[in-house]
T-cell receptor, first 116, second 110 residues
Framework: NAGVMQNPRHLVRRRGQEARLRCSPMKGHSHVYWYRQLPEEGLKFMVYLQKENIIDESGMPKERFSAEFPKEGPSILRIQQVVRGDSAAYFC??????????????FGDGTRLSIL | SQQGEEDPQALSIQEGENATMNCSYKTSINNLQWYRQNSGRGLVHLILIRSNEREKHSGRLRVTLDTSKKSSSLLITASRAADTASYFCATQGGSEKLVFGKGTKLTVNP
């Protein structure tokens, strides 16, 4: 019973390139969340998606960042024209359909993005 | 803005001792959750306590929640070297997103 799968685990890009981070949620989970973690910090929410819908993108930078969760295939976090400040660990989490009062999220091991 | 704030930022104890970490938050919540993160890995959910609960246990873990003070504590009893990790509290309010604190780095010395 595979957990949340993220790839790649490590990604190196030069300034100005594009970064694509992939996330396959746990089986049966229809909700995906992306978080960013800077060194020695907690995770910061970026975006929450269901299949083919963005539910909450209040944590996404307005420019260069986009996310999708298509009907088929993994969720993708896309960062265009990367800058040094984008260097961070990006974590994906998933959960089953929403339950009243909230519920835990299951996390992948993250993608560590380094910008040269 | 960061919701939760853990304290202490770092804690170093001997195996067998208890470890207590505290978390404060600012707004109303539906629940508060604690997660563990080992170096270089993702977060692992430990325990969830709902806003109408005051205390919860899971194995060697004990969590308390005081909504009047907007604070929570995580107690790990009889600690082991394998408990060495960073521990984060996270809150869920009106939306599904988790709002994390900066974490407590726990070191358990053998």
């Amino acid at each position: 019973n595979a957990g949340v799968m993220q790839n790649p685990r490590h990604l190196v890009r030069r300034r100005g390139q594009e970064a694509r981070l992939r996330c396959s949620p746990m089986k049966g989970h229809s909700h995906v969340y992306w978080y960013r973690q800077l060194p020695e910090e907690g995770l910061k929410f970026m975006v929450y998606l269901q299949k083919e819908n963005i539910i909450d993108e209040s944590g996404m930078p307005k420019e260069r960042f986009s996310a999708e969760f298509p009907k088929e295939g993994p969720s993708i976090l896309r960062i265009q024209q990367v800058v040094r400040g984008d260097s961070a660990a990006y974590f994906c989490a998933s959960s089953p359909p929403v339950r009243l009062g909230g519920q835990p999220q299951h996390f992948g091991d993250g993608t560590r993005l380094s910008i040269l | 803005s960061q919701q939760g704030e853990e304290d202490p930022q770092a804690l170093s104890i001997q195996e067998g001792e208890n470890a207590t970490m505290n978390c404060s938050y600012k707004t109303s919540i539906n629940n508060l959750q604690w997660y563990r993160q080992n170096s270089g890995r993702g977060l692992v959910h430990l325990i969830l306590i709902r806003s109408n609960e005051r205390e919860k246990h899971s194995g060697r873990l004990r969590v308390t929640l005081d909504t009047s003070k907007k604070s929570s504590s995580l107690l790990i009893t009889a600690s082991r070297a394998a408990d060495t990790a960073s521990y984060f509290c996270a809150t869920q309010g009106g939306s599904e997103k988790l709002v994390f604190g900066k974490g407590t780095k726990l070191t358990v010395n053998p």
